[in-house]
């Protein structure tokens, strides 16, 4: 059987004939592949240059089947060719029109993609397009970031990190104006160069380091010509202006290096002096003080006279003047008998308070009165012995202070047994003095001698054979004694409640002490030399206290004076109970001090008691309390702040200083103005604690630099080892009331026990 042609007879299928299989029985099944070839596409073209379709068309777009690109890497995946690019049968290689279908492709760019589809990504490929850096100003203009600086972003992609020093280059700083740049170029990259705007390096701190030290000032930029000069002042020396010199964070007296300038003055003792660091003040030197003088020398005080040394630094040695009136001290050839006191010199108004004022060796001439110092008690006939242990007893019953000093004792022998006072002896009111053949306690029967007297015999007299003892001043009889009667080893003595100089003359207001264990002395003789005398007829009195003054809060231990106490003597003061009453021997006994602080500062009647029978003292203690509103307007403790001494010798002189407005300024010592160093338990408090112990101070006349403040000085002397506290305090009321004075700044800040001086006696 002959087989037909197929339908389609051009192209892949010319000459194509069915196959006996697509014999259906009546006609022939249409033909497909099997029949037209491996190249027949049904309504398809493929790029070979056939017609694969059989329509008599070659290669036509229409029905063209597209093949992949030759590149399939990266953003190239997928691209296909165009049908314009099937030309004589056959794919020509895409172009680029081919691949950006795909908007990744391109040149090689920063995102976690092939985009030039060489096989390498981003910072892997050399071709990666580099972007511009952040910065763009100054030096960073045209830097790019390096490769590696292509980092994944961690959602997918990729994305440039931030460019640094490596990409800006060398003259890149981060922050120019932290690294102190100066070279004309806008280093940090922020459109400003160096110092041309106010928000960027224009200064620097510099130094400048020379042997004092180093100093901090500013140096300007000068742009490309790099930093001009620092203008830091050059280190010196540290001293007193102020300012802190040699630039070590100190000012003056902060400073341990400042220089210490010379003390005010240089003469004597003096040269050589400094300043304390402390008394630099606002850039200016506050005066030297005594303390600064005494520290720089040992010598420094009141002249001694006899030696080449300028003790007060007056300038001239052997000028001592301490008390300012113009005569120089005897002891260095001067004519000053008392160089503590102004007012006395040659030729000075004599006045009565127990100094020889006028220097001509007799203290109060013309001012005793006749009775003012009576004898009072005498041991005539000693068991001892004549030759070493007569004596007699004189007391001072006037109210003032009486110096025996050249006072004559003599009696009416032919020739006289007379002798001279040669010494000072000053006894207070109600006081007494002793005069002995010998002195000598050890031998004399165990009497305290006042003086050692010569020449002069107590005759055992009758009344057939008086004898006497008289005084006078100057040829002025103060008192005179007869006696016609002694008793062997027994003192006559004048009873208390005659103590004028006309009863003490009537033996009948004499009697001998008592053979009493209370009256014996260490010889077996019995007597009361220096105490207060028996009553002849057992009376109670009261002669004296020990303290005459304490403080008004009470608390102190009071010693009275006077005959007769026994266990059932009871004292009052201001008329409240002095307490716990003890009897040392029937004339002596203490008792401890009421409060009187209700009635306030003042003299109080001291009365004792004995049954129906009672004594006063008329004003005989003084409550004394601190000034509340003082017209003092400051004063201090000057110095030493402590003090080292051993017992029985005395301390270093101890400066306290006062001022008072119009008074201390003025020449002379301050008038109205009382001075005293006192001293007591350690730690207590002086304006209300019992048991503190003051002494009078001397005006310093030599203080050249106390300025308008007035200086006092005085020494102590304890007869006991311990620890004590002292400090000065000046009175304008007569020594009624007081203001305290503690170590510097005294009262500029108040009183405080905290402050006080420190005293230890070894």
């Known amino acids: 059987m002959a087989l037909p042609l197929c339908a389609f007879d051009v192209g892949v ?87 950006e279908a795909d908007p990744t492709y391109g040149p090689e760019i920063c995102d976690l993609i092939d ?77 400003v160069i160096d110092g041309t705007e106010g928000d960027v390096l224009s200064n620097r701190a510099c130094e400048l380091t020379n042997a004092w030290g180093t100093c901090g000032g500013l140096e300007d930029c000068q742009g490309a010509t790099g930093w001009g000069g620092c203008d830091a002042p050059p280190a010196a020396e540290e001293v007193c202006d102020d300012a802190d010199n040699d630039c070590d964070g100190a000012t003056d007296g902060d400073d341990p290096s400042m220089v210490l300038e010379d003390c005010e003055n240089q003469k004597g003792v003096c040269e050589g002096s400094l300043h304390r660091a402390s008394q630099c003040v606002n850039g200016l030197w506050n005066p030297c003080e005594g303390l600064d003088y005494g520290s720089h020398s040992f010598y420094y005080g009141p002249e001694i006279c006899g030696n080449s040394l300028d003790e007060d630094c007056s300038g001239l040695s052997n000028d001592k003047d301490v008390d300012g009136d113009s005569f120089r001290a005897e002891d260095c050839g001067g004519a000053d008998c008392d160089d503590e006191d102004p007012d006395t010199y040659p030729g000075a108004t004599e006045i009565r308070d127990a100094k020889d004022n006028n220097c001509d060796g007799v203290p109060d001439e013309g001012l005793i009165n006749q009775g003012d110092v009576i004898i009072t008690e005498m041991m005539i006939n000693p068991n001892v012995s004549d030759t070493v242990a007569e004596w007699f007893e004189v007391t001072n019953v006037s109210i003032f202070q009486i110096n025996l000093s050249a006072w004559h004792f003599y009696d009416l022998n032919s020739p006289a ?39 002069f015999q107590l005759a055992n007299a009758s009344a057939a054979n008086p004898d006497e003892i008289i005084m006078d001043l100057q040829g002025f009889e103060i008192d005179r004694v007869i006696f016609t009667a002694s008793s062997a080893g027994r003192s006559t003595n004048l009873d208390p409640s005659n103590y004028d100089y006309l009863s003490n003359n009537n033996m009948s207001n004499w009697c001998y002490t008592p053979s009493d264990a209370a009256y014996q002395l260490d010889g077996g003789d019995y007597g009361t030399p220096g105490e207060f005398n028996v009553s002849c007829a057992g009376a109670l009195s009261i002669m004296d206290v020990d303290p005459a003054s304490g403080v008004d809060v009470g608390g102190e231990t009071l010693t009275i004076f006077g005959t007769s106490f026994d266990g059932s003597t009871t004292v009052t003061v201001g008329g409240a109970a002095c ?82 407005d119009g008074v201390t300024l003025l020449a002379g010592p301050p008038a109205g103005i009382g001075a005293q160093l006192g001293y007591g338990p350690l730690g207590s408090d002086p304006r209300v604690s019992p048991g503190w112990i003051w002494s009078e101070a001397t005006w310093n006349a030599s203080c050249a630099a106390c300025g308008d403040n007035d200086e006092f000085m005085e020494n102590l002397t304890l007869d006991a080892a311990g620890s004590y506290s002292y400090v000065y305090r000046f009175s304008e009321d007569g020594g009624y009331t007081f203001s305290f004075c503690d170590y510097n700044p005294g009262t500029a800040n108040g009183f405080s026990t905290s402050d006080m001086g420190a005293l230890t006696v070894n």
């Not at 190239?76 to 691949?99: K, P, V």
């Not at 030039?116 to 892997?124: E, F, K, R, V, Y």
């Not at 100003?137 to 640094?164: I, K, M, N, T």
């Not at 203690?621 to 030493?640: F, H, K, N, V």
């Open 417 to 455: 047994n007379q002798f001279n006072v040669s010494n000072d002896i000053v006894i207070g009111p109600n006081e007494r003095a002793v005069f002995c053949v010998n002195a000598d306690s050890g031998i004399n029967g165990g009497v305290d001698c006042d003086y050692d007297y010569d020449n």
């Open 579 to 660: 307490t716990s009453p003890t009897i040392i021997t029937p004339s002596k006994m203490t008792c401890v001090t009421p409060d009187l602080s209700g009635s306030g500062a003042g003299d109080y009647d001291v009365v004792v008691t004995k049954g129906a029978f009672d004594d006063t003292l008329i004003n005989g203690y003084r409550a004394t309390a601190e000034d509340l509103s003082p017209g003092i307007g400051w004063c201090d403790l000057q110095d030493p702040a402590s003090v080292v001494t051993t017992v029985n010798v005395s301390t270093v002189l101890i400066f306290g200083q006062v001022y008072k």
């Open 115 to 191: 985009n030039d589809c060489n096989g390498l990504t981003d910072s892997a490929d050399a071709g990666l397009f580099l972007d511009i850096c952040e910065k763009d100003e100054g030096v960073c203009d045209g830097a790019v970031h390096r490769p590696s600086l292509c980092q994944p972003d961690g959602f997918g992609g990729a994305e440039w990190s931030a460019c640094d020093y490596l990409d800006y280059g060398s003259d890149y700083e981060e922050d120019e104006f932290s690294n102190e740049l100066c070279d004309g170029l806008d280093n940090d990259c922020d459109n």
């Open 13 to 99: 299928c010319a000459g194509a004939r069915h196959t006996a299989d697509q014999c259906n029985g009546t006609d022939f099944d249409a033909c497909g592949p099997s029949q037209y070839g491996a190249d027949f596409l049904v309504d398809q073209e493929i790029c070979d240059g056939l017609d694969n379709d059989c329509d008599n068309s070659t290669d036509e777009v229409s029905g063209l089947i597209l093949t992949a690109c030759e590149n399939q890497v990266g953003a190239c995946a997928d691209a296909m060719h165009t049908a314009d690019r099937c030309q004589g049968g056959g794919w020509l290689a895409c172009l680029s029109a081919n691949y």
